[in-house]
């Protein structure tokens, strides 16, 4: 029988954002991307039969990996591996439709991606959804949902060409608005039912294709709209994040606060007046960070009575009534352990 030391020493450590999550959320990261470069790298040839089982054996590797770590009780570490081995779906997903004979060959020569719907792409991004949505039913763990929001986003931009002939910048640029706002959406919806770690992708994911869309017209166009839109969403994230105990908010509300007081400041001034106006923006937000850190709990605290019976208090709210047993959360010493890194929630 395992000794107690032992089994602490084997213990995966409470904290979300330390040196063993690093290295076990960065590894599989890497380990995915090197994987899957491997497989393209193999030559295409005998109609990429052997592109795609190299593909199965470094998938079916990760995947095996990944179990045994979890059925010995290394939650973080064998998720990470099960979604190293969805992240292998494109890579593995363009040999199988290399070998059956629907792989366009535009592809290949980096012609008519861009302007012509390619189903066979379509069809590796909803494969990819479906795998990291049946890998995340398998074994609860919210990192598969990365796989599921990025696959939406791609999806999302190889359907454009179906709806829009020959599509601009600009088209592509508003799917990306629409496809962030939808996997936010979602994100909201999880929270509503006090699901907050397996929201992280969604809002991550969302918040960044949002924000990409909203800086392309700002950027390529000058869109005033645009920078208008990043200034008070940037606002509101920020304003939100503190109740709601969202880093991902308060990550892309300062970043989008920022951007567009650079910008502004930039045009309207110059000279020096502008890096000097940007000090007082810094120190402007130090501030509202003292302030968040200070009220944020009772604004959330207030927000939990003001909602409507039945529905879930915002992440971090403090609940004045007994709580009630949540079904879909994991065991309380995997809690922890199940989020990303980079958000404690």
């Known amino acids: 029988m395992e000794s107690h030391t032992a089994a602490l020493a084997r213990a995966e450590p409470p904290r979300t954002y330390d040196p063993p999550h690093i290295l076990w959320y960065f590894g599989a990261i890497t380990a995915a991307l090197t994987a899957s470069a491997t497989v393209v ?22 995947a095996a990996g990944g179990a045994l770590l979890l059925r010995a009780a290394w939650r973080v570490a064998g998720g990470v591996l099960v979604v190293a081995s969805v992240a292998m779906v494109p890579a593995v997903g363009q040999a199988f439709e290399r070998l059956i004979g629907v792989w366009p060959d535009v592809v290949d020569d980096g012609l008519g991606v861009n302007e012509d719907f390619q189903g066979a792409l379509f069809a590796l991004a909803l494969a990819t959804a479906a795998a990291g949505l049946i890998a995340f039913s398998l074994i609860r763990f919210p990192f598969a949902f990365s796989t599921v929001t990025l696959a939406v986003v791609f999806a999302a931009q190889f359907l454009v060409a179906a709806l829009v002939d020959e599509p601009t910048l600009d088209d592509r640029a508003t799917c990306l608005i629409v496809t962030g706002a939808g996997l936010l959406l979602a994100g909201l919806l999880l929270d509503s039912v006090r699901r907050s770690a397996d929201a992280f992708w969604w809002h991550a994911v969302g918040l960044g294709t949002l924000g990409l869309g909203l800086a392309s017209y700002a950027v390529l166009d000058n869109a005033d709209w645009a920078w208008i839109s990043i200034l008070v969403v940037g606002a509101l994230l920020l304003l939100g994040s503190a109740p709601f105990n969202r880093a991902t908010w308060a990550t892309f509300g300062v970043l989008g606060v920022y951007g567009a007081a650079l910008n502004y400041f930039g045009t ?3 000279s020096w007046k502008s890096p000097a106006l940007m000090v007082a923006v810094s120190v402007g937000l130090i501030l509202l960070g003292i302030v968040l850190q200070l009220y944020a709990r ?10 409507a019976p039945g529905v879930a208090a915002p992440p971090g709210a403090v609940d004045p009534r007994p709580a009630e ?10 809690t922890a352990a199940e989020q990303p890194p980079a958000e404690p929630e």
């Open 325 to 334: 047993p949540d079904t879909d959360a994991p065991p309380p010493d995997e």
């Open 298 to 307: 009772t604004w959330a605290v207030r927000l939990r009575r003001q909602a």
């Open 41 to 62: 790298s193999v030559s295409p040839g005998a109609r990429g039969t052997y592109q795609l089982l190299i593909g199965l054996v470094l998938a079916a590797a990760f």
């Open 268 to 270: 309207w001034f110059g």
